[in-house]
């Protein structure tokens, strides 16, 4: 079992990162962010504060994979209109 001694310059540092990452919107870090103080309080049983970031890891994956998809719909719908178009002009 990991002592809150062990854990607390890391918790520390994700921490302020997180906070940092939130205030510039960089989803990614936030990501990675949220996955390191879930894991650590999950190291220190710590369940509310565990699952409190592990919904917000939840929120942020969910989130950027809809703007991944979001841009693959796009990419093809311009695609499919350029061909269209080029099918229309030959």
């Not at 918790?11 to 103080?37: G, M, P, W």
């Not at 939840?58 to 099918?87: A, H, I, P, W």
């Amino acid at each position: 079992m990991w002592s809150w001694i062990d854990l607390n310059w890391p918790l520390r540092n994700a921490s302020k990162a997180f906070v940092i990452a939130e205030r510039i919107k960089a989803a990614d870090e936030r990501l990675l962010n949220c996955e390191c103080l879930y894991q650590a309080y999950k190291a220190l049983s710590n369940g509310i504060w565990r699952w409190a970031y592990h919904e917000i890891f939840v929120g942020v994956r969910d989130s950027l994979s809809l703007e991944s998809t979001q841009r693959k719909l796009t990419q093809r719908d311009m695609l499919y209109t350029f061909n269209k178009e080029q099918l229309a002009d030959s």
